[in-house]
Nanobody, 120 residues
């Protein structure tokens, strides 16, 4: 069992930065691929970024490549999403997720989410 709690969301102006954190409980955290998804009002959930259990492999959606960076600290049971050059279209609820599948096509656990709002 893994419990996930996100933090770090908020309101930021276009071009600004935010750093999201996701704290996980559970002794098996380091065995999961971890990732971030987002969902804007009226839209489907969208994959943002993922990182392998050891941090050696990282994946990001084309829409955030070069702007967002995912990282993890297994000693702290935490993953991060550094978001730079934010755009209004990045506005969404951001969810942290854990999966035993590298591609995260199936999610085992998900946090409640944190709101990110980017004003123009």
């Amino acid at each position: 069992q893994v419990r996930l709690v996100e933090s770090g969301g908020g309101l930021v102006q276009e071009g600004g930065s935010l750093r999201l954190s996701c704290a996980a409980s559970g002794r098996t955290f380091s065995s999961y691929t971890m990732g971030w998804f987002r969902q804007a009002p009226g839209k489907e959930r969208e994959f943002v970024a993922a990182i392998s259990w050891n941090g050696n492999s990282r994946y990001a959606a084309d829409s955030v490549k070069g702007r967002f960076t995912i990282s993890r600290d297994n000693a702290k049971n935490t993953i991060y999403l550094q978001m730079n050059s934010l755009k209004p279209e990045d506005t969404a609820v951001y969810y942290c997720a854990a999966s035993t599948i590298t591609t995260m096509t199936l999610i085992d656990y998900r946090g409640p989410g944190t709101q990110v709002t980017v004003s123009s």
